[in-house]
């Protein structure tokens, strides 16, 4: 729980730094999923640092999903939006009001709840061959959700690509629990490559072209509840004794905390712009 948590603060903190160096970077031509919008956006230096803190978040959700339920990770990960939060209030003099400050508290206690309920995470193995096949054709489906995005009104496309880029993370949090070692024939792996690179695509759209808070509470949404299904349903993720109802509404309680405070996942709008060299 304590790499989930700390997890939780590397991709809070990332969104504050990958949403000002996106709506820092050119603006690209066309409408759609602008594919350049990324090697644009890495010329930021805000950007580059929010990839570094995510590379750190990776690795320690990757710990995390190796030993807790799904459900748990998921949301721990969604209350990144809580860190995001309070990094705001303080570095991007963003004022919280009594209610927002209330929904951190609500967060705080959704995740509390679940630490006394996850047992430890399923024993299913690396899942069915039907289950990782399926994994697989997921990711290439967030690629095509997000293709269609671009043709959507702005508010529809940004809940579209924040949605899509959550399941795509979803994907992602699915295959570790698939793969327990290189292995070039496991479509896990292919499905964590592809799910992975779509979701940071389409999230980084997100950022540069819609609203944000629109996007990142499709985000969350996307990133825990199929992942937590899956990981209930096929997986054997499991609860301690008699506490199930507990999880679940420690789980419920969680995300609503978290899409309380999806907003903070926008960067104000009064912020310097910086040179395109970063």
Same mark, same amino acid.
């Given at each position: 729980?304590?790499?989930?948590?700390?997890?939780?603060?590397?991709?809070?903190?990332?969104?504050?730094?990958? @949403?000002?160096?996106?709506?820092?970077?050119?603006?690209?031509?066309? %409408?759609?999923?602008?594919?350049?919008?990324?090697? *644009?956006?890495? *010329?930021?230096?805000?950007?580059? @640092?929010?990839?570094?803190?995510? &590379?750190?978040?990776?690795?320690?959700?990757?710990?995390? +999903?190796?030993?807790?339920?799904?459900?748990?990770?998921?949301?721990?990960?969604?209350?990144?939006?809580?860190?995001?939060?309070?990094? @705001?209030? *303080?570095? +991007? /003099?963003?004022?919280?009001? *009594?209610?927002?400050?209330?929904?951190?508290?609500?967060?705080?206690?959704?995740?509390?709840?679940?630490?006394?309920?996850?047992?430890?995470?399923?024993? /299913?193995?690396?899942?069915?061959?039907?289950?990782?096949?399926?994994?697989?054709?997921?990711?290439?489906?967030?690629?095509?959700?997000? $293709?269609?995005?671009?043709?959507?009104? /702005?508010?529809?496309?940004?809940?579209?690509? %924040?949605?899509?880029?959550?399941?795509?993370?979803?994907?992602?949090? !699915?295959?570790?629990? #698939?793969?327990?070692?290189?292995?070039?024939?496991?479509?896990?792996?292919? $499905?964590?490559?592809?799910?992975? &690179?779509?979701?940071?695509?389409?999230?980084?759209?997100?950022?540069?072209? &819609?609203? !944000?808070?629109? @996007?990142?509470?499709?985000?969350? +949404?996307?990133?825990?509840?199929?992942?937590?299904?899956? %990981?209930?349903?096929?997986?054997?993720?499991?609860?301690?004794?008699?506490?199930?109802?507990?999880?679940?509404?420690?789980?419920?309680?969680?995300?609503?905390?978290? #899409?309380?405070?999806?907003?903070?996942?926008?960067?104000?709008?009064?912020?310097?712009?910086? /040179?395109?060299? &970063?």
């Amino acid at each position: 729980m304590v790499c989930a948590l700390g997890s939780a603060f590397c991709f809070g903190a990332a969104s504050v730094l990958q @949403a000002l160096g996106a709506r820092a970077a050119e603006p690209g031509t066309g %409408g759609g999923v602008d594919v350049a919008l990324l090697w *644009r956006a890495l *010329r930021q230096w805000r950007y580059v @640092a929010g990839l570094g803190m995510d &590379g750190i978040g990776f690795v320690l959700q990757v710990v995390a +999903l190796r030993t807790l339920p799904i459900y748990a990770v998921g949301a721990s990960l969604a209350a990144s939006l809580a860190v995001t939060a309070v990094i @705001a209030s *303080r570095v +991007l /003099e963003v004022r919280l009001s *009594r209610i927002e400050w209330a929904a951190v508290g609500v967060v705080c206690l959704g995740l509390a709840m679940l630490a006394l309920a996850a047992g430890r995470e399923g024993h /299913e193995g690396t899942g069915s061959a039907a289950l990782q096949w399926g994994l697989l054709v997921a990711a290439f489906a967030v690629l095509a959700v997000g $293709a269609a995005a671009g043709r959507l009104p /702005e508010r529809p496309r940004a809940l579209t690509l %924040g949605l899509a880029a959550g399941f795509g993370f979803g994907v992602v949090e !699915v295959a570790v629990r #698939l793969i327990d070692s290189v292995d070039f024939t496991n479509p896990a792996l292919y $499905a964590l490559l592809v799910g992975g &690179g779509a979701a940071f695509l389409l999230l980084t759209s997100a950022l540069h072209r &819609g609203s !944000v808070t629109t @996007a990142t509470a499709g985000l969350v +949404l996307g990133e825990t509840i199929g992942p937590a299904v899956v %990981g209930v349903a096929w997986l054997g993720d499991e609860t301690r004794e008699g506490l199930g109802w507990l999880a679940l509404l420690g789980f419920a309680v969680a995300i609503a905390g978290s #899409l309380a405070l999806a907003r903070f996942g926008e960067a104000p709008t009064t912020a310097p712009r910086p /040179e395109a060299a &970063g």
